[in-house]
């Protein structure tokens, strides 16, 4: 059975970082891209970064400049290095990985990131 386990949320001040980790346990082959994404209160689900296992990268426009996402394939760990935070980041951040030829998903189970003064 596999799950991803995901850690690095908080609570920071505007303009601080914070490093996010998700980390599939359990045996998992060919993973195809992993990714995050994030929800906010009374809004929809939506793509923030992905990396695929050529480490081409995507990142939503608004945390372009801020954000960067990378991995680890020996660990089959992602990241999500987050700088110049903003109120408006604060949501559930999931983690998703692609996994074989049909590219099952698989999901984090969140964690909170806050951004206040």
């Known amino acids: 059975q596999v799950q991803l386990v995901e850690s690095g949320g908080g609570l920071v001040r505007p303009g601080g970082s914070l490093r996010l980790s998700c980390a599939a346990s359990?045996?998992?082959?060919?993973?195809?891209?992993m990714g995050w994404y994030r929800q906010a209160p009374g809004k929809q689900r939506e793509l923030v970064a992905a990396?695929?296992?050529?480490?081409?990268?995507n990142l939503a426009d608004s945390v372009k400049g801020r954000f960067t996402i990378s991995r680890d394939n020996a660990k089959n760990t992602v990241y999500l290095q987050m700088n110049s935070l903003k109120p408006e980041d604060t949501a559930v951040y999931y983690c998703?990985?692609?996994?074989?030829?049909?590219?099952?998903?698989?999901w984090g189970q969140g964690t909170q990131v806050t951004v206040s003064s």
């Open positions: 359990g045996s998992i082959d060919s993973i195809k891209a």
């Open positions: 990396i695929t296992s050529g480490l081409g990268t």
């Open positions: 998703n990985f692609r996994v074989g030829a049909w590219w099952y998903a698989y």
